[in-house]
């Protein structure tokens, strides 16, 4: 039997999706016909985007790394179909040397355990043949020098979509795991510093450029749809664990 197209009649959260991928995401979702709920920490951004999204969008500030405020949000929801994590903050890389651990732990606040409580919290919620998609980092992969810490949170995400999708079954759940996308996420650097990053992992990879949000969210999309896969880490990077 052939499932239903596109995303007509369902109902996606985007913990996250104020800017870059998860606004993205947001965006492509309600194009095709999702009513969309956006969440990220500044009520003002969450604003901006849902205006930015158009059509059946709404908006709420939660912090989601404050496990009582993600519980209370999805207490008030409602149920959903499909749940995208996409929250992240400024990454804080140092080689191992200079790594103070206790700053160390923190890095896995954000990306890990807020996303383990939107899970948490927010499956319950979902419809029959609804599936969450997290979001990891090619790093997990392919890391760098001074990665120790970034590429370990990437790989307890990995770890933790293909945990998740045995415990929740049959939710599917899935994650993305980006190459360097061109978002706020870097924007701790100055703009030069920046275009230099951009312009020298761009012309090191296959594809001869880095990635843009709506590159990216395409897969979230995918992830949503497809209906077949689950606990599975999609790659979308330009071709970095080739170089
Ligand atoms: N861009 C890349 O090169 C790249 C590569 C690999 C992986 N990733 C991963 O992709 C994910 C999305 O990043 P992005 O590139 O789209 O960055 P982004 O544009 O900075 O988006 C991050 C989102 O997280 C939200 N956020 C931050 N702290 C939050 C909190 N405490 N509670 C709720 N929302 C919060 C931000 O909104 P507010 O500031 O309004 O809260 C924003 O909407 C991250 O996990 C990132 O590590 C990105």
């Not at 979702?29 to 920490?41: E, F, L, T």
């Not at 985007?49 to 404050?66: I, M, P, Y």
């Not at 997990?140 to 990437?154: D, E, F, H, L, M």
Request: proline fraction near 2%.
């Amino acid at each position: 039997m052939q499932r239903g197209n596109g995303l007509q009649h369902k109902r996606v959260i985007v913990l996250g999706g104020s800017s870059g991928i998860g606004l993205q995401v947001a965006k492509q979702a309600a194009s095709q016909g999702a009513s969309v709920v956006i969440a990220s920490s500044s009520a003002e951004r969450v604003q901006k985007a849902v205006e930015s999204v158009g059509g059946d969008a709404q908006g709420q500030a939660v912090d989601v790394s404050d496990e009582r405020a993600v519980a209370t949000f999805f207490s008030k929801l409602g149920t959903f179909d499909h749940l995208v994590f996409t929250a992240g903050d400024s990454l804080h890389l140092h080689d191992l040397a200079a790594t103070d651990l206790e700053p160390a732990r923190r890095a896995f606040e954000l990306r890990y355990w807020a996303a383990l409580a939107a899970v948490k919290y927010g499956s319950p919620h979902i419809r029959q043949e609804g599936s969450i998609v997290l979001t990891t980092g090619i790093a997990g992969q392919r890391p760098q020098k001074g990665w120790v810490i970034a590429a370990s949170v990437c790989g307890a995400i990995e770890a933790l979509t293909r945990a998740l999708a045995v415990e929740l079954a049959p939710i599917r759940v899935n994650a993305v795991s980006p190459g360097v996308v061109r978002t706020n996420l870097w924007q701790s650097m100055s703009s030069a510093e920046r275009e230099r990053l951009y312009e020298s992992v761009g012309k090191s990879l296959p594809v001869g450029r880095v990635g843009e949000a709506h590159d990216v969210a395409q897969a979230y999309l995918f992830l949503m749809q497809e209906g077949f896969s689950t606990g599975q880490t999609v790659v979308i990077d330009g071709g970095t664990v080739l170089v």
